[in-house]
Structures are given as structure tokens and as C-alpha cells.
């Protein structure tokens, strides 16, 4: 028998545990050409803010030998826009709907978790902690255990109950550790990781650095082994916290490794760009990878390779 794919996020039933990372499928729109967005485990949505957002100046995209760099800036058309025509957009599809939302302060936040509590088909929030803090000297909250944990109560305390929240950490900390069980302590229902790490690219030949904005996100293959061990980490310290892993997710075997290191969801992003279909060849790639193994479901697995570790050590 084919191995059973199925997963929970909160109380809705995803078909597969692949999902797409923030910013890499806008709203899904972009996706339905190539492949059936009911079929992904669930579309998370590009960072929503307030108001309309041009984003940063370009060139904000630079390609390295192992992935990429992106300086985007959250460009977007708010959240009025989003309510009125993604989300719609997207349940009329049949797709499940992770929101990802972005502020610059602790009350931006929780504006955006009670605008969304306002709206039905949202499956779960994912917050999106590394934005800078213009209450605290532009310190990126994802990077402070007491600021990041602040977003966070203030998007449980405006979130609807039944409606899970998920922190989306920073790998670019001394202790991510430190980090998660503050979220967690505050409120998160899960945590997604990891994101970008910051990177700079120069052009050697007009000698100027690549980006207009400097610094960009490295995503791509490059950045995996430091997903997988933030992942593995995290889990370790806080066994049965629910974690959406990413990072330079390619293949399902890259699914696959994510997931024995602790996440129960894997989120795909860089690999859409050069593949939109990506997240149906990985849902296949991963059942193929199960079922060669002999895993009769995904939820198996989640995690195995503590338990493999433990058991040698004993």
C-alpha cells in the first residue's frame, strides 16, 4: 500500500506535509498554471502587511552557486487587498491557507492577527518575527527572546482560538533554542524554520556590491545542514512543539531528512523559482522514499532520528 502522506496542522487535515515557504508562490495565483494548489498540503502566503508595499529598490535578486540571495522587502498590496481577492482566491481552489503576516511593531502584529480573525478559511498564521523592531533600535525581533516572545502573545491574544500559530525563527542567533521556547512560552502552537540567513553578494565586475539594499536572504541547497540542525535542535529541546522545517528543500529526500530530524511539515520555496511544480514532485519524490523504506506513514518518521541515536547510545 502507498504510505499515508496525511498531516495535521491544528484541527485541519493537510493531504501531504508539503507546503510552500513565505514568499515564494505570492498568494498561490502563480502556481495554478503548473500545478493543482488543492494538492500542496498548504499554500503559505507572502508576509501581508498593513498597507501597500513597494518593496525595496532593485536589482533586490542575486543568484549564488548554491542558491540565492533576496532583498525583496516585502512588497505586497496589504491586507484589505489580501482579504478581499487572495484569500478568496485561494479557498475557492480548495487550497488551505497558512497566512504569514509581518509588522514593525508588537501592535502591528496583533492588528494583523484580529484582521484575520475576522476572515474563515485560514488554517493557521505563521509569523514572520524577523522584521526589524522600530521600538528597539531596528533590532530584528526574531533575533531577541523577550521581543519576539512580545509578537507573539499579542498574536495569540488577537488570534482566533482555534487558529494555530506558528513563530518562523531566524537561524542568524547565538541560541535558537533560546529563542523557540520563548515563542512558545508566549504562546506559539508551532514553529517554523528556518529562515534566510543574511548574505552579501559583490560584483566583481562593476565592483560594487550586487544588491541595491547590500544585504540580502541566502536561501537554496547551501543553507539545508543549518536547517536541519536548527531543526534538530529545537526538536530535541521541545519534543511534540509541531515544526513546519525549511531550508534548501530540492527533492524528497530533502523532505525526507527534515522530517526525521524533527519537523512534522516541510515547507518548499527556492526550488518553485526553477520549478514551479516542485511541491507536487516532492510529495511524490517523498512517497517514493517512504514506501521504499517501508514506512506505512509520514507521521512515523517525524523525528526517527533521535529516537536511532538514543537507541545507540543505550
Known amino acids: 500500500m502507498a504510505p499515508d ?6 484541527g485541519t487535515e493537510l493531504p501531504n506535509p508539503i507546503l510552500t515557504a513565505s514568499g515564494c508562490a505570492g498568494s498561490g495565483r502563480e502556481l495554478a498554471q503548473f500545478t493543482d494548489v ?16 513597494a518593496g525595496r529598490p532593485t536589482p533586490r535578486m542575486a543568484e549564488t552557486s548554491s542558491g540565492m540571495l533576496n532583498s525583496i522587502g516585502l512588497q505586497g498590496p496589504g491586507i484589505d487587498a489580501f482579504l478581499q481577492r487572495d484569500l478568496p482566491w485561494l479557498l475557492s481552489r480548495g487550497a488551505r491557507a497558512v497566512v504569514s503576516i509581518a509588522g514593525s511593531t508588537v501592535e502591528e502584529f496583533g492588528e494583523r492577527a484580529a484582521r484575520l480573525a475576522g476572515a474563515a478559511g485560514v488554517t493557521a498564521i505563521e509569523v514572520n518575527i524577523s522584521c526589524p523592531n522600530v521600538e528597539h533600535r531596528g533590532q530584528v525581533f526574531a533575533c531577541d527572546p523577550v521581543d519576539a516572545g512580545a509578537v507573539i502573545e499579542a498574536v495569540r491574544a488577537r488570534a482566533r482560538p482555534e487558529v494555530p500559530v506558528f513563530a518562523k525563527l531566524s537561524p542568524d542567533v547565538t541560541d535558537i533554542v533560546a529563542i523557540a521556547r520563548s515563542c512558545v512560552s508566549a504562546g506559539a502552537d508551532g ?8 548574505g552579501m553578494v559583490i560584483d566583481t565586475e562593476t565592483m560594487r556590491p550586487a544588491l541595491a539594499g547590500l544585504t540580502g536572504g541566502l536561501s537554496g541547497p547551501a543553507i539545508r545542514p543549518v536547517a536541519v540542525r536548527c531543526v534538530w535542535q529545537v526538536s530535541q529541546a521541545l519534543p511534540g512543539v509541531p515544526i513546519i522545517g525549511m531550508g534548501g528543500v530540492m527533492t524528497g529526500r530533502d523532505a525526507l531528512e527534515l522530517m526525521l530530524a524533527g519537523a512534522s511539515m516541510v515547507s518548499v520555496g527556492t526550488a ?15 512517497d517514493e522514499e517512504l514506501a521504499r523504506r517501508g514506512v506505512e506513514k509520514a507521521s512515523e518518521i517525524v523525528g526517527l532520528a533521535h529516537e536511532a541515536r538514543a537507541g545507540r547510545r543505550s
Do not use: Q
Open 5 to 10: 502522506l496525511r498531516t495535521r496542522l491544528g
Open 38 to 53: 488543492s494538492k500542496i498540503g498548504a499554500i503559505v502566503t507572502k508576509s501581508v502587511m498593513l498597507a501597500p508595499r
Open 191 to 198: 514553529l517554523s524554520m528556518i529562515n534566510t540567513l543574511l
Open 272 to 286: 518553485i523559482f526553477h520549478d514551479p511544480s516542485a511541491c507536487a514532485r516532492i510529495v511524490r519524490e517523498l
